[in-house]
């Protein structure tokens, strides 16, 4: 079916808002039609989660942008050179190399330096789960851009968007893209990972420091001591690497060492929580419970195979 053979009353959606920069021979703009949007937003293999807009900008000269209501998200990824960014009032620099999320509802202008334009990949999106995905992937209202450095796959990934092209707007077509929007998305984290080397080397030995001290209770400001920053400073430079806190990776760590010990031995919980650096195994059982889904009983006790 194309969109028109569509029948019925929907809600109305509007187009994603994009920017209005002439666009050259070697970048492409693709705005999904109105008509297609309607059909994504009730078709039940896209309804939560599907693209208004996306695109490739080579050396952007002269892009920019500045939208009061935001209705949908926009993820962008710089390539090549630098823009600068305005979101809530806070400025920042975007450099080759960063990911940022622009959600819904968050006032925000970019300009491309005009000495370095950026190069950029880029998607609106919207659905019911935009703002999971955004969670997901490792973004809230204090972590607006990550550093991720060059990856091919991620370039893969938005590509993928742009082979909807030249299909006419058929809806099997939009609805492959929508998909296709969506392994982008849950592949962001595992691409964050691959963190250039210099961000690697450093969170190899934060991590080789929380392995090597499962035994403790270690806080914040020590691991932030140990990488040279102030504990807000490391708090958020580790989330925008990572996706979460370093004492929630650290618990994780002990959870995990827990699990290999009930596995493997036959020891109490109560020896394996003092073990672990906690003598109320009362509370370590619930911050495992929290972790795993079920008491450390119910996992010991759970035929695996």
Known sequence: ?????????????????????????????????????????????????YPLAFGHYRRATGHH?????????????????????????????????????????????????????????WVHYTGPLAEEFRAYMGFDETVRIRHIGRQPRLLVDFNGLLSVRQTGFRTRGLVHAANRLRQLLTAIPITADSAPHDDKNELDTIHSYMREHLEDRISLEQLAELAGLSPAHFATRYREKTGTSPIQHFLHLKVERACQMLDNTDLSFADISRQLGYDDAYYFSRLFKKVMGQSPRDYRHTARH
């Open 65 to 121: 942008m500045h939208r009061e209501h935001h209705n949908d998200h926009l993820l962008i990824y710089c390539t090549e050179g630098k823009a600068f960014l305005n979101v809530l009032g806070t400025p920042y620099q975007v450099e080759a190399g960063d990911l940022l999320l622009l959600p819904a509802g968050a006032n925000h202008r970019y300009t491309a330096d005009p000495d370095n334009p950026w190069t950029i990949h």
């Open 1 to 49: 079916m194309d969109y028109f053979s569509i029948h019925g009353k929907i809600k109305d959606l509007k187009m994603a808002q994009t920017s209005q920069w002439p666009v050259p021979q070697d970048s492409v703009r693709y705005v999904v039609p109105d008509p297609i949007i309607r059909l994504l937003a009730k078709h039940p293999l896209t309804r939560d989660l």
